[in-house]
């Protein structure tokens, strides 16, 4: 893990200099984490007051691309809560490779079933990119549900969501075909960010990545992102994916069972439509 990621409490108080439009600059990013972390499952319950008490003790700490958050096996004595950019939730197997369990984007908490029971880390998380998440310690969170026994609604929500997402994935790798599963992968790793209202358009993960994610293999994976390619619907530089055509993906997405797919090569400009896209797959 890289030694330069920076923390910095949220009850920090910043110091009045001559530096005014710095001054100002780091209260935004400080109002805007805020903003992030009432919407979250952790926060919603609560009332302004008690949700505001709770972020006194979080403090936020940004971490490099590859950056180790933490390692399955590790002490659980925190959660977080993911504030911009994606962390890649993972367990490795038995022949040393790694099995992506979940992406986790803006708005996202984890690590809470080890903070709660106090036991090890279940899996390894690691920064998908450069992200900044805020951090809540063990004695901090269990100290205020003690003292606000509302508050684990919130955690109890959170713990629903997590299961409610398992149990939509599987349901997707049994009942959908891989094209569908790709494109909702690749929708809800970008979806609208909460702090700037607007959708990322790029993914960064190895195709090996995303076939572990979607239930299936590297090379399926590489067939259907290249397909999209060429149909102008993604951009694909090595390990990057950029969606150019966000409502194409959305289409295809929304195919049915995934027996529908987008695959036929791109026409003229002007000459394609909605309905182009599509061929039925046997």
């Given at each position: 893990?890289?030694d330069h990621?920076g923390?910095v409490s949220?009850?920090?108080?910043v110091?009045f200099?001559a530096?005014?439009s710095?001054?100002?600059?780091?209260r935004?990013?400080?109002?805007d984490?805020?903003?992030?972390l009432?919407?979250?499952?952790?926060?919603?319950a609560?009332?302004?007051?008690e949700?505001?008490?709770?972020m006194?003790?979080?403090?936020?700490r940004?971490?490099?691309?590859?950056?180790?958050?933490f390692?399955m096996?590790s002490?659980?004595?925190?959660?977080?809560?993911?504030l911009?950019?994606h962390?890649?939730?993972?367990?490795p197997?038995?022949?040393?490779?790694?099995?992506l369990l979940?992406?986790?984007?803006?708005?996202?908490?984890f690590?809470?079933i080890?903070?709660?029971?106090?036991?090890?880390?279940?899996?390894?998380a690691?920064?998908?990119?450069?992200?900044?998440?805020?951090?809540l310690?063990?004695?901090?969170?269990?100290?205020?549900?003690?003292q606000?026994?509302n508050?684990?609604?919130g955690l109890?929500?959170t713990?629903c969501e997590r299961?409610?997402n398992v149990d939509e994935?599987?349901?997707?790798i049994?009942?959908?075909?891989l094209?569908v599963?790709?494109?909702?992968?690749?929708?809800?790793?970008?979806?609208i960010?909460?702090q700037s209202?607007r959708h990322?358009?790029q993914?960064?993960?190895?195709?090996r990545?995303?076939g572990?994610l979607?239930?299936?293999?590297?090379?399926?994976?590489n067939?259907?992102?290249?397909?999209?390619q060429?149909?102008?619907?993604?951009?694909?530089?090595e390990s990057?994916?950029t969606?150019?055509d966000?409502?194409?993906?959305?289409?295809?997405?929304?195919?049915?069972?995934?027996r529908?797919?987008?695959c036929?090569?791109p026409?003229?400009?002007?000459?394609?439509?909605?309905?182009?896209?599509l061929?039925?797959v046997?």
């Amino acid at each position: 893990m890289h030694d330069h990621s920076g923390s910095v409490s949220f009850n920090h108080r910043v110091g009045f200099s001559a530096r005014r439009s710095a001054t100002a600059a780091g209260r935004s990013v400080i109002h805007d984490d805020r903003q992030l972390l009432a919407q979250c499952s952790l926060f919603r319950a609560l009332r302004t007051d008690e949700s505001a008490r709770l972020m006194a003790h979080a403090h936020i700490r940004k971490y490099a691309a590859e950056d180790t958050i933490f390692l399955m096996g590790s002490t659980g004595d925190s959660l977080m809560v993911v504030l911009s950019g994606h962390v890649r939730i993972s367990v490795p197997s038995l022949d040393g490779k790694e099995i992506l369990l979940a992406v986790l984007v803006a708005g996202d908490v984890f690590g809470e079933i080890a903070m709660l029971n106090g036991k090890e880390r279940t899996a390894d998380a690691r920064a998908a990119g450069e992200c900044r998440l805020a951090i809540l310690n063990r004695r901090d969170v269990l100290a205020f549900l003690a003292q606000h026994p509302n508050a684990w609604l919130g955690l109890i929500g959170t713990l629903c969501e997590r299961l409610r997402n398992v149990d939509e994935q599987m349901a997707e790798i049994a009942l959908m075909g891989l094209p569908v599963r790709l494109a909702k992968a690749l929708l809800r790793m970008t979806a609208i960010q909460p702090q700037s209202g607007r959708h990322p358009c790029q993914v960064r993960l190895s195709q090996r990545e995303i076939g572990s994610l979607i239930g299936a293999t590297r090379e399926s994976v590489n067939k259907w992102l290249g397909r999209w390619q060429r149909m102008g619907i993604l951009q694909i530089a090595e390990s990057l994916i950029t969606i150019v055509d966000r409502a194409a993906l959305e289409e295809l997405a929304e195919s049915e069972s995934g027996r529908e797919v987008g695959c036929a090569p791109p026409r003229p400009p002007g000459k394609a439509g909605s309905t182009d896209r599509l061929i039925r797959v046997p």
